[in-house]
């Protein structure tokens, strides 16, 4: 079983920045492929960002593209969001969510790929 835990989240305002860290519980060889999640109250949850098992490869959903950034920290075996120029709209629970079962290194935006998720932290930007 994985545990994903979230940290980082709070408060500030437009144009600040953030960082939300995603540890994970459990080392292995290979490295999942792993995602940031949002959900806005009202709102569908939405890809943010992934990034693939080797770190090659990142995604992001296009209204965050040049402002956040998804990376690893293999020796805290965590996957961070740095986010920046933070909007009003970027409030939201941030998931992070983990998938073990991929065998390529595409990062894979649809959250039903990905088996674990952590409870989330919440993310507010106030204009």
């Known amino acids: 079983q994985v545990q994903l835990v979230e940290s980082g989240g709070g408060l500030v305002q437009a144009g600040g920045s953030l960082r939300v860290s995603c540890a994970i519980s459990r080392r292995t060889v290979i490295s999942p492929s792993m995602a940031w999640f949002r959900q806005a109250p009202g709102k569908e949850r939405e890809f943010v960002a992934g990034i693939s098992r080797s770190g090659s490869t990142t995604a992001y959903v296009d209204s965050v593209k040049g402002r956040f950034t998804i990376f690893r920290d293999h020796a805290k075996n965590t996957v961070n969001l740095q986010m920046n120029s933070l909007k009003p709209e970027d409030t939201a629970v941030y998931y992070c969510?983990?998938?073990?079962?991929?065998?390529?290194?595409?990062?894979?935006?649809?959250?039903?790929?990905?088996?674990?998720w952590g409870q989330g932290t919440q993310v507010t930007v106030s204009s």
């Open positions: 969510a983990a998938d073990y079962g991929r065998d390529n290194d595409d990062v894979i935006r649809s959250g039903h790929q990905y088996e674990y």
